[in-house]
């Protein structure tokens, strides 16, 4: 061969190749830059990106061979070199699991690609097989035509005695080298492109020691009564199928000669069904009908039912139409990935009795209990819980009206954020000329910001406007006094006295604990981890501190001014949010929940507060509050006044004051809440029927049987007076497009100057999440 010709044929990108290069888009591993086909290499160089692990930064410099060298000896090259270094990443200790995925998908990729051989010659077996379909074009055997074409194309590899590989070894962690079909191979590649839940999922099924069978389908064990016996057909009335593809024309061929055999009309299709009965056997007959119930004082009443054949649901009709008036609830249910009936009763049963038919469904002959399903657990599903901090980018901007930002972008863990908590620290800056003890008002670390927000894939959850006041509203009600000394840790009063957080700081430094249950009503409701999700916390800091501190003791009072001057440095602020890992069978569904695209739904309940600046001084009021939409109903209305206490500091913001309020009326719609008068007399102290609303709360809130109320009474009347309004009662079967709400109430002496009233609206919120594709949706 001429050095021309050798060099010739060394030349090209080969057919594989080509395709790749041609791609109009770019088909990466989602948060990946190179790890993937079709990649703008110019663009992403000039931009500066450099991968954001080893196995990206070794796709680049495989993506940096290819676009030097067109030749088809150095592209193959590169290939093997970037196969041994992603099967190095694929063993590496210090690789997530995420990591490992994808580097098992890339291993298996080049591999496939090598294998088939780009640029060795396809290109005239292409050719060569269309011009064999052109001589051939009136043959309707597509086999025939096939073989053809097969044969055609072999024969252009003259130089090649071997056949194409039909099949490739795939790196496997230890044990036997498992062999997939090449068309599998290539199907590595593409679940490459959609994602690592595939190519997970993928490893999972070759890893598999035994194949996957789908068994009968029977929900209903067989039993074997008196009446009939099972009979093995003769293996002479069935069929032999050709071990060739067939057409449904050929099917229905040697389906006529099976015996009984029921024809079906041409538009129909054949398809495998999964029978549970034979409708011509009965299932249900005498020896194996009768179910017992087992009542309170022990007696057991059997339930005989009729002969028949039947079905799971049927089952269940018959049943119930025959079980005592004292069983209110009996179902039959049938798994569908254990292929086992499941039993779901208000009641004892009984199937230790004569004729039971325990064995039909699949139970054993004993007495099982209202709880059927409960088996004792030994195994701790999760391994390790440990909380990590996120610090904002800058560790300088807490001043004024400064935005803190803290992101979390490790999707490959799995997070708890009802169980996170804000980390405060810092200092009081008291100037020399100041006069008194500087202390935190109730729940003062809140008051340092005016605005917080929680996001999920930069689509915002929960904002909270004000959280100093909106946590105090819904803490006074939702806390018990067991909380107290938790409460300490988030600068709130324990005592509820004079004394103000007394113990909180020592010489005026400070550090504390706000947990997010304590702001957000996303992180109260919803208790599960979230997956394959980023996660934000946006805090704007107030424009002042005066809310957040006050000064007590001798010369506070005349020196109001001077002690106005204090201000409050935060040296840091983090979030630290709990680390989950699980055991690999618990990581094992959670793949699979990653790998069903599914949409999961998370409810819970937001806080909306409103704020009246500065009410008018009348002695009867009616507020406009806001309009919703029928998703967002709301359920509780809290409601409270402060006097002077904004920006005041002499006076705790965490309190509020009773305005001499004698009436609260809530209109929804046409409906008003709650249907009598509270009829008040804070004079008097006569706040029965307040203080009942208020204990109320937790029964109602948080579906318990008992209250434990925070405050007392007498604390409430004094600190804090606040209206709870229940709305959770309402005809959701009428609907409407938006909902308004309106608060009227009545105080007995005109309201006083600088007199603000707030109200803390909680309803109803439904965010849907994708963790596959990280889609985040408000309902």
Excluded at 359 to 381: E, M, P, Q
Aim: with cysteine; net charge positive.
């Amino acid at each position: 061969m001429s050095p021309a010709r050798r060099s010739n044929k060394n030349k090209g990108g080969g057919l594989i190749n080509t395709l790749i290069n041609k791609l109009p888009i770019e088909l990466h591993v989602p948060g990946y830059q190179y790890c993937g086909p079709g990649t703008n290499l110019k663009k992403r160089l000039t931009r500066g990106d450099k991968g954001i692990n080893l196995l990206d930064s070794a796709c680049r410099d495989h993506d940096i061979a290819y676009e030097r060298s067109n030749s088809i000896t150095d592209r193959n090259e590169a290939d093997r070199i970037l196969e041994q270094r992603a099967w190095d990443r694929f063993k590496a200790k210090d690789s997530s699991l995420k990591e490992k995925a994808v580097a098992w998908g890339v291993t298996t990729a080049m591999k496939t690609k090598r294998k088939i051989g780009g640029g060795c010659g396809y290109k005239a077996a292409i050719k060569a097989a269309k011009n064999v379909i052109k001589k051939n074009i009136g043959e309707k055997n597509l086999l025939k035509l096939s073989k053809k074409c097969v044969a055609v194309a072999r024969k252009t590899f003259k130089t090649k005695k071997t056949k194409a590989p039909r099949i490739i070894t795939v790196p496997k962690k230890g044990g036997v080298l498992p062999l997939i079909p090449i068309f599998a191979g290539l199907s590595a590649l593409g679940a490459l492109t959609g994602g690592v839940a595939n190519v997970v999922k993928m490893a999972n099924e070759f890893n598999r020691k035994t194949p996957s069978h789908l068994g009968n389908g029977v929900y209903l064990a067989p039993y074997k009564g008196n009446s009939y016996k099972i009979v093995t057909p003769n293996k002479t009335g069935g069929a032999t199928l050709p071990n060739r593809a067939l057409y449904d024309y050929e099917l229905l061929k040697f389906a006529r000669d099976i015996p009984h055999f029921i024809e079906v009309e041409n538009t129909a299709q054949i398809c495998l069904l999964s029978l549970q009965t034979n409708n011509s056997i009965p299932n249900i007959e005498p020896g194996c009908n009768t179910i017992g119930f087992r009542n309170m004082i022990g007696q057991i009443e059997n339930v005989i039912i009729p002969t028949g054949s039947y079905e799971l649901d049927d089952l269940e009709s018959v049943i119930n139409k025959f079980m005592p008036d004292y069983v209110t609830h009996f179902k039959l249910k049938a798994n569908s990935n254990t292929l086992k009936c499941m039993i779901s009763c208000s009641h004892e049963i009984d199937f230790s009795v004569e004729n039971s038919v325990a064995k039909l469904l699949g139970f054993r002959n004993v007495l099982y209990t209202t709880d059927v399903t409960a088996d004792y657990v030994d195994d701790c599903k999760i391994t390790q819980m440990q909380y990590h901090s996120f610090t904002p980018y800058s560790n300088t901007s807490f001043s004024y009206n400064d935005e803190i930002r803290i992101n979390i972008q490790n999707m490959d863990s799995y997070t708890l954020p009802c169980e996170s908590f804000l980390y405060i620290e810092g200092n009081v800056q008291k100037p020399s000329d100041a006069v008194g003890d500087v202390r935190f008002s109730n729940n003062g670390l809140a008051f340092l910001f005016s605005e917080m927000r929680y996001e999920i894939n930069g689509i915002e959850i929960q904002k909270l406007k004000s959280p100093g006041v909106s946590s105090c509203l819904k803490a006074y009600c939702s806390y018990t006094p067991n909380d107290l000394n938790t409460l300490d840790n988030c600068a709130w009063d324990t005592e509820m006295d004079g004394e103000d957080n007394k113990n909180f700081m020592t010489d005026n430094v400070f550090a504390g604990c706000i947990p997010l249950k304590h702001l957000f009503g996303f992180c109260e409701d919803y208790k599960k981890i979230l997956l394959n999700c980023n996660q934000q916390l946006i805090l704007n800091r107030s424009s002042t501190d005066l809310d957040a501190i006050r000064v007590v003791g001798a010369g506070a009072t005349e020196h109001v001014e001077k002690n106005k001057k204090i201000t409050i440095e935060l040296t840091k602020v983090a979030w630290k949010m709990p680390i989950i890992k699980v055991t690999d069978k618990e990581k094992l569904k959670l793949l699979k929940v990653l790998d069903s695209r599914k949409t999961l739904s998370c409810a819970f309940r937001t806080w909306d507060l409103c704020e009246y600046p500065v009410l008018p001084r009348n002695t009867s009021h009616s507020w406009t509050i806001k309009s919703s939409s029928l998703l967002e109903k709301p359920r509780f209305i809290l409601f409270g006044l402060q006097t002077d206490r904004k920006k005041n500091i002499e006076i705790d913001a965490g309190r509020f004051d009773h305005c001499q309020l004698k009436n609260l009326k809530v209109h929804l719609n046409s409906e008003v809440f709650p249907y009598e008068d509270f009829r008040a007399d804070l004079k008097k102290n006569t706040t029965s029927l307040l203080y009942k609303a208020y204990t109320d709360f937790q029964k109602s809130y948080y579906e318990r049987d008992y209250c434990e109320p925070l405050l007392s009474k007498n604390v409430f009347q004094t600190y804090v007076p606040i209206v709870v309004v229940d709305l959770s009662h309402q005809n959701d079967n009428v609907k409407s497009s938006t909902i308004d709400l309106r608060i009227e109430f009545e105080t007995d002496t005109v309201i006083p100057e600088k007199t603000a009233a707030y109200c803390l609206i909680l309803h109803d919120q439904i965010i849907t999440y994708n963790p596959f594709s990280g889609d985040v949706r408000k309902l």
